[in-house]
T-cell receptor
């Protein structure tokens, strides 16, 4: 079993839909990252959080430390949101990141 | 460009050659991380370096791979005698310092192809 599990693996949506991507982890962490990767492209850090909720534009990230679970929400999705979204956790007392396998999102007009 | 700079973006090598991948961290950042993304797989940690020191190399293959971050200049990931299985995207990230409140900023990666 992977230490970081994401669901779903693939997600398609119509433009304007509300999207949720989930991440569960089984190790002690000090922080969790949500990253975005476009095909053939680089990696952009969307959020780093260790508790509660963060919002940036149409993106919202939440984390529940007790349940070892985080969600990434996209409101009013747009085709340009199409990308792979990756959850990564920083192992407690280290600087090492462990990554989920990513969620491939496609938003159709 | 104040971001993490990786070069080259694409690198093609024949089996048995050496590959050198470079990473210049963001200005002021002294911590560098290398990650590998194999085709159709997730990212995996390789090595964590500070200036002139390897802090954690638990993700590095035991042979042919080495990394350095000298006092001056970029961090280098070196792969000797490359094999087909080394084909992957290699990403570098940097941070200001250690600790959970220091985010890692990623470069655009180097896509390594082995012929």
């Amino acid at each position: 079993k992977n230490e970081v599990e994401q669901s779903p693996q693939n997600l398609t949506a119509q433009e304007g839909e509300f999207i949720t991507i989930n991440c569960s982890y089984s190790v002690g962490i000090s922080a969790l990252h949500w990253l975005q990767q476009h095909p053939g492209g680089g990696i952009v850090s969307l959020f780093m959080l260790s508790s509660g909720k963060k919002k940036h534009g149409r993106l919202i990230a939440t984390i529940n430390i007790q349940e070892k679970h985080s969600s990434l929400h996209i409101t009013a999705s747009h085709p340009r949101d199409s990308a792979v979204y990756i959850c990564a956790v920083r192992i407690y007392n280290t600087d090492k990141l462990i990554f989920g396998t990513g969620t491939r999102l496609q938003v159709f007009p | 460009n104040a971001g993490v700079m990786q070069n080259p973006r694409h690198l093609v090598r024949r089996r048995g050659q050496e590959a050198r991948l470079r990473c210049s961290p963001m200005k002021g950042h002294s911590h560098v991380y290398w990650y590998r993304q194999l085709p159709e797989e997730g990212l995996k940690f390789m090595v964590y370096l500070q200036k002139e020191n390897i802090i954690d190399e638990s993700g590095m293959p035991k042979e042919r791979f080495s990394a350095e971050f000298p006092k001056e200049g970029p961090s280098i990931l070196r792969i000797q005698q490359v094999v087909r299985g080394d084909s992957a995207a290699y990403f570098c990230a940097s941070s200001l310092g250690e600790g959970s409140n220091q985010p890692q900023h990623f470069g655009d990666g180097t896509r390594l192809s082995i012929l």
